[in-house]
């Protein structure tokens, strides 16, 4: 987590620059299993999943891991892929 939190700080724009998160955004890890970005003002959704897309392509888990919509409005959940299901469904047809 401590990486993608690294990431996320490094990678954010604020006023069109990187690594200016000031006090307009804050990055936080409230337990080791999840990461909070908080916003003052408007922020979008949009550009959080792709920036947590790109990290998980450069990490090479694109593959294993998709970003969904969460219970909650205002979060994302990280899934992993039921690989195993779709190997047995590809060998039984």
């Known amino acids: ?17 990187t690594g200016n998160l000031g006090d307009v ?3 936080d890890n409230p337990d080791p299993s ?3 970005v908080r916003a ?18 450069g990490q090479s888990l694109r593959d294993y891991i998709r970003v969904i919509a969460g219970g ?6 990280l899934k992993y892929f039921n690989v195993h299901n779709e190997e047995e469904e590809e060998t039984a047809e």
Do not use: C, Q, W
């Open 34 to 36: 999840s990461v909070e």
């Open 72 to 77: 909650n409005k205002n979060a994302y959940e």
């Open 25 to 27: 955004v804050s990055i």
């Open 1 to 17: 987590m401590a990486s993608f939190t690294k990431y996320l700080h490094d990678r954010i724009k604020v006023n069109g620059k």
């Open 40 to 57: 003052k003002g408007p922020f979008s959704k949009r550009y959080l999943k792709y920036l947590t897309k790109r990290f998980l392509k």
